[in-house]
């Protein structure tokens, strides 16, 4: 029985575990005969028969990877989809167990949804990385013991790899994630985000930036409105606008030349600058 040597860890497991205990190993015969059924004709029947009398083996590749923190049902859906692509690749002609071939697949599926799940940065990027995650426990287990340069120079030469990828390996391990909401351990009323600053402007400064906004837009139209009607439309439509018109769309407008629009928006422009320039007088002796 699949349960019987296995950890329990929950309900789920438990009933997953007696869903597939129901469907026996298929001998060599049986199931060589149902492979060549679903290469040769896609018989699905035949496909369904070689996944459910598998599925077993799905769990106990699952469990040599229960040291990492991942739930053990999200691991073996991961692997069921790697047996699944196995069983589509698979050629019952080359003379080996349908399992022998399949638990590589399986393995590539778990170990890619582990190191995926294990972190929200990225643990292994290159195929280095991915390897020496999988060798955590001893990367863990020398980083704080006696002659660490030592330790790591013989583990790198066992895992033939480069002391440095060793270390960069050990720095991701010892970031792993952490929740803001997560209680300090001196002090379980604070949280982590309780202690994050506000980077956020005050009510202060917004005020007083809106203040400043509203002036600033007064007089502006306190500027304008000493325009004439052509020259304000000008300045709105040529200057002010997010997408202003040339000089011949505003000389078609109002049946003049390029030259004249621009002579027209120069002077319009020198009493601006007067104006604001008066105004700046005004509020430095205020």
């Known amino acids: 029985m699949i349960g019987k040597n296995l950890p329990i860890i929950n309900d789920n497991l438990s009933y997953y575990f007696s869903q597939i205990n129901q469907y026996p190993i298929l001998s060599p015969e049986d199931e060589f005969n149902l492979a060549v059924r679903y290469k040769e004709k896609e018989d699905v029947e035949a496909a369904h028969k070689l996944i459910t009398s598998n599925l077993k083996f799905v769990v106990k590749v699952v469990f040599e990877y229960r040291g990492y923190g991942i739930k053990p049902l999200d691991m073996i859906q991961e692997g069921n989809i790697g047996l699944m692509v ?34 929200l940065v990225k643990m292994g990027t290159t195929q280095i990385q991915k ?75 917004l005020l007083g930036d809106r203040e400043t906004d509203t002036a600033l837009k007064e007089e502006v139209d306190e500027a304008l409105g000493n325009l004439s009607e052509r020259e304000q439309f000008i300045i709105r439509y040529r200057i002010m606008a997010d997408d202003p018109m040339t000089l011949q769309e505003l000389g078609d407008t109002f049946h003049i030349s390029r030259e004249r629009v621009r002579q027209i928006e120069s002077e319009a422009l020198r009493k601006l600058k007067e104006k604001f320039a008066r105004t700046a007088q005004t509020w430095g002796t205020a």
């Open 86 to 119: 196995a069983l589509k690749k698979f050629d019952p002609h080359k003379g080996y167990r349908f399992i022998s071939y399949a638990v590589w697949w399986i393995r590539a599926y778990i170990q890619n949804f582990i190191i995926k799940s294990w972190s």
């Open 131 to 205: 390897k020496l995650f999988y060798k955590m426990g001893k990367i863990k287990g020398i980083a704080h013991e006696e002659h660490r340069d030592e330790k790591i120079e013989e583990l790198a030469q066992e895992l033939n790899v480069k002391s440095a990828d060793i270390e960069e390996m050990q720095k991701r391990f010892a970031g792993r994630d952490l929740s803001l909401d997560s209680k300090l351990d001196f002090n379980q009323d604070v949280s982590f985000l309780d202690l994050l600053p506000d980077i956020s402007p005050d009510q202060e400064k």
